[in-house]
């Protein structure tokens, strides 16, 4: 029997993207994040302005290919955009404690979306414009590393990836940015990233010698000055994972 709607199948559903990031405007700093690559896989950054004093920003690194994940980050992005400012404006709140609610409610929305267990590393920080201060939570992603007069530290993990288990949380401290300092996100796919010839990775001791000897306080020069110098040891021709780079820069107090 010849079908209704004639030999045409139907088109397919639309391609779901998370919405397109614009980084709010930082009183006393700038903040942004650059990208190569084609999106094979699950990076994922955005950045919202919580309060008059508060901008909150992420990156997420959710396991599988893009064709596999772009729902679960509209998903991430949809509870990033509507829980945040929930949390971070209450009259009595405690940044630690929003932080920690913020991981866990991102946690939960993960694993009710999937149906099923998948890794999703994230860095989320809550930037307080007056104070300086940078509230954070490390969910088994590649160390923050934050840049003073002092050197570099790393700012490891405070607790397990996203997506595998209900009821993990991940603490939530606190630290401080002088003028000039530098808190640099980079993704696994920069850090892993490697020469074909030899199998040398781009690790993050050469991410750290970037920072120090780029003396920018335009973020964005920074990211690029990263993705720059991986590639020139992994040629995008080469690229077979996202790469992102996040800085954030207090330029004045």
């Not at 920003?57 to 596999?68: I, N, T, W, Y």
């Not at 990233?193 to 781009?202: L, R």
């Amino acid at each position: 029997m010849r079908s209704l709607f004639g030999n045409h199948a139907p088109a397919p559903p639309p391609t779901i993207e998370p919405v397109r990031t614009i980084f709010p405007k930082i009183t006393g700093g700038d903040i942004a994040a650059v990208f190569a690559g084609q999106r094979v896989a699950g990076d994922f950054y955005d950045s919202i302005r919580v309060s008059p004093q508060r901008v909150l920003f992420g990156l997420l690194d959710v396991a599988g290919r893009r064709e596999q994940n772009r729902a679960i980050l509209t998903a991430a992005q949809e509870i990033f955009r509507t829980v945040g400012p929930q949390l971070f404006t209450r009259p009595d709140m405690n940044e630690s404690n929003a932080m920690t609610e913020l991981c866990h409610r991102l946690n939960l929305a993960l694993i009710d979306f999937n149906h099923e267990v998948r890794s999703c590393p994230a860095f989320l920080a809550c930037y307080h414009e007056q104070f300086g201060t940078l509230c954070y939570t490390n969910a088994g992603h590649t160390p923050g590393l934050l840049r003073d007069t002092a050197g570099i530290i790393e700012l490891q993990s405070t607790g397990l990836p996203l997506g595998l288990f209900s009821h993990a949380t991940c603490d939530a401290p606190t630290v401080g940015m002088a003028q000039g300092a530098a808190l640099v996100l980079v993704s696994r796919g920069v850090i892993e990233c490697g020469s074909n010839h030899n199998g040398e990775e781009f690790g993050l001791e050469r991410v750290k010698e970037l920072i120090n000897s780029n003396s920018s306080s335009a973020p964005q020069s920074l990211c690029t000055a990263i993705l720059n110098a991986a590639a020139q040891l992994a040629p995008e021709s080469n690229l077979r994972d996202d790469r992102t780079a996040l800085a954030l820069i207090r330029t004045s107090n």
